[in-house]
């Protein structure tokens, strides 16, 4: 059985949800899972691997179902272990166990530092730390170039820098900074094609790529002329053409 709360901190309404008994039903450490950006939802799955635990999830604040009232858009760590820290507080089950992934690592060890007493162990995965590499400038250019293209462009192309980042090896040298950026995509359906076979696996596509289809004049071959038989309307394909690129 899950249930779901809202606890209101400094600055935000924060969403967690609790997998399982309070007290626990064995008497071991509530477990808590945490990531940023990522929220609750991304760890349904692992959390349904531990049925004999009390697992505690949680959208940091400004995601999912949690809000922010502090006017701010950036994540500060000490901030989220704030959250993280009020949350086990509310729990009322003494310190927990915890697995942190990514942001959410970094924010593990946050709480670590300010509340020791919080957490009995921690299992940090993959904590993007940028201070400790050896390029840690050129690491620090490569994530502020994420943030610039999620506000300039969206969180598609966003998503495509975060990955061409995270998928780099080795350290950020020029060649990094060098390379094209990722290919703009663009799924497109006609309107005559919706509810068909190809309609469809566009729309799927598009969803997929957490974008919604852009409509083209006519069906399947709509860009034919006369080398076609079947009717279609190539003039206004075109338009849409040039005003899509």
């Known amino acids: 059985m899950m249930t779901t709360h809202v606890l209101e901190t400094a600055g935000a309404g924060v969403a967690y949800d609790v997998r399982g008994p309070l007290p626990t039903a064995d008497g071991r450490p509530p477990l ?4 940023q950006p990522m929220t609750a939802a991304g760890f349904a799955t692992l959390a349904s691997y531990f049925p004999d ?4 999830t949680y959208d940091p ?11 701010g858009v950036n994540n ?17 089950a003494g310190p927990v166990e915890m697995f942190a992934s990514s942001g959410g690592a970094v924010t593990a060890l946050a709480l670590m530092a ?34 610039d293209a999620y506000q300039a462009k969206g969180s598609n192309a966003g998503m495509a820098v975060f990955i061409a980042m995270t998928s780099w090896r080795g ?16 799924i497109a359906v006609g309107e005559e094609s919706l509810g068909t076979f190809t309609g469809r696996t566009s729309l799927a596509t598009a969803e997929l790529l957490s974008q919604q289809a852009t409509v083209f004049p006519s069906h399947h071959g709509g860009f034919l002329g006369g080398e076609s038989r079947y009717a279609s309307q190539p003039e206004a394909f075109a338009r849409r053409l040039r005003d899509v690129l």
């Open 114 to 147: 300010a509340y020791p007493g919080d957490v009995t162990t921690l299992v940090a995965h993959e904590p993007p730390l940028i201070p400790v590499l050896p390029d840690a400038e050129a690491a620090e250019c490569a994530r502020a170039a994420v943030r």
């Open 61 to 71: 604040r400004g995601l999912g179902r949690s809000t922010r009232t502090d006017g």
């Open 171 to 186: 350290e950020f040298t020029d060649a990094y900074f060098t390379q094209p950026e990722p290919a703009r995509v663009v």
């Open 32 to 35: 808590f899972m945490i990531g």
């Open 76 to 92: 500060s760590p000490t901030v989220q272990a704030g959250d993280v820290h009020a949350i086990i507080g509310a729990l009322g």
């Open 53 to 56: 635990r009390t697992v505690v």
